[in-house]
Nanobody, 118 residues
Framework: QVQLVESGGGLVQPGGSLRLSCAAS????????MSWYRQAAGKERELVAS????????NYADSVKGRFTISRDNAKNTVYLQMNSLKPEDTAVYYC???????????WGKGTLVTVSL
């Protein structure tokens, strides 16, 4: 059974940091590109960051460049999102996604809520 389980969300003050984790199981994690998406209330889901299957290539939305870092540990089947200098506009539910573009297979986690507020 495929599972992507996000954790690490919560309430943080502006300027603070959080580290999100996404633990994967039920598929060959090291063969999948991984991404973090977010969806704020009343807005569409957007790509935040992505990382290639070996972890050698990363990509970021302009809004988070220089503040967020995506990484992965293929031995632990886990992808991370380190979020620094958080802003109120970063408030959203953050989702983990796994992609096999060769086989057109995609998996989503259920999300973890990040709230940036005083």
């Amino acid at each position: 059974q495929v599972q992507l389980v996000e954790s690490g969300g919560g309430l943080v003050q502006p300027g603070g940091s959080l580290r999100l984790s996404c633990a994967a199981s039920g598929f060959t994690f090291s063969r999948y590109a991984m991404s973090w998406y977010r969806q704020a209330a009343g807005k569409e889901r957007e790509l935040v960051a992505s990382i290639s299957s070996p972890g050698s290539s990363t990509n970021y939305a302009d809004s988070v460049k220089g503040r967020f870092t995506i990484s992965r540990d293929n031995a632990k089947n886990t992808v991370y999102l380190q979020m620094n200098s958080l802003k109120p506009e970063d408030t959203a539910v953050y989702y983990c996604k796994a992609d096999s573009w060769i086989y057109d297979i995609h998996y989503w986690g259920k999300g973890t809520l990040v709230t940036v507020s005083l």
